[in-house]
């Protein structure tokens, strides 16, 4: 099963432009991916910051940034 954990997407999302909003329960990612120009909004509540992410929350998540699959998500990590 693919997956990655929460820092890991929060290393992403940073990579990809989008802005980092705190809030009560936890943080924001919102704005617009240049990888499908789409307007985008991911939340992470602090209970879940520093574990994985579940499987189909991130097949879920990974898809609205724009990437294709986990290897393309896991490609783009890499080169950070």
């Known amino acids: 099963m693919a997956t ?3 820092v890991q997407f929060d ?3 940073e990579a990809l432009g989008l802005k ?3 809030k ?3 943080h924001v990612w919102a704005g617009r991916s240049p990888l499908n ?3 985008v909004s991911v939340a992470v509540h602090h209970n879940n910051a520093g574990g994985d992410m579940a ?3 991130f097949n879920t998540e990974i898809k609205k940034l724009g ?3 986990y290897d393309e998500f896991k490609d ?3 080169k950070l």
């Open 67 to 69: 990437f294709k699959n």
């Open 4 to 6: 990655a954990k929460y």
């Open 24 to 26: 009560k329960k936890g």
């Open 55 to 57: 499987t189909g929350t």
């Open 76 to 78: 783009f990590l890499d």
């Open 37 to 39: 120009n789409q307007i």
């Open 20 to 22: 980092y909003k705190k």
């Open 11 to 13: 290393k992403v999302c």
